[in-house]
């Protein structure tokens, strides 16, 4: 193989290489973001969550955290 053909061929190697790379960085990007979207999400649901919580203990009134007198 004459040196030419051989440097050809490692930057035929490496394009391909750089290619599957940055299909790699792209398929991590979006798993990345999909997730993040889904954090997000969950952030809102806990919020509110926790805001229904406090609003079911106001209701319950000042003695509901108490134990009952049998404990």
Not at 13 to 25: F, K, P, W
Not at 35 to 52: F, G, N, P, S, T
Request: aromatic share 4%; no cysteine.
């Amino acid at each position: 193989m004459s040196d030419y053909a051989n440097i050809e061929a490692r930057l035929a190697a490496l394009e391909e290489h750089a290619a599957h790379q940055a299909r790699l960085i792209e398929d991590l990007d979006e798993a990345v973001r999909r997730q993040w979207d889904e954090v997000e999400r969950l952030r809102k649901r806990l919020a509110q969550a926790m805001a229904r919580l406090s609003e079911l203990q106001g209701a319950l009134g000042p003695h509901a955290a108490e134990k009952p007198p049998h404990y």
